[in-house]
């Protein structure tokens, strides 16, 4: 096993590589645009609902002051 066969391996492997992100692109190009649009508006969603659950854990949250006192 002399380095011209790993030379080839490593070109062989690397095209190989390169033949599957090109197919992973080409899939990804045929999905619907509909479909990306659904995810940004579901994590659109998901934002606003983890601020609206934020504002409302604020009320529960206790003034310095009274931390202060049972320290």
């Not at 579901?42 to 409302?56: C, Q, Y």
């Amino acid at each position: 096993m002399g380095p011209m066969y790993l030379n080839e391996k490593a070109r062989e492997v690397h095209y190989q590589d390169l033949l599957r992100e090109a197919e992973k692109e080409r899939l990804l190009a045929q999905l619907p645009r509909y479909r990306r649009s659904i995810f940004r508006y579901a994590a659109g969603k998901l934002g606003l609902l983890l601020l609206k659950l934020g504002t409302r854990l604020k009320q529960f949250e206790r003034p310095a002051s009274l931390l202060e006192d049972h320290v």
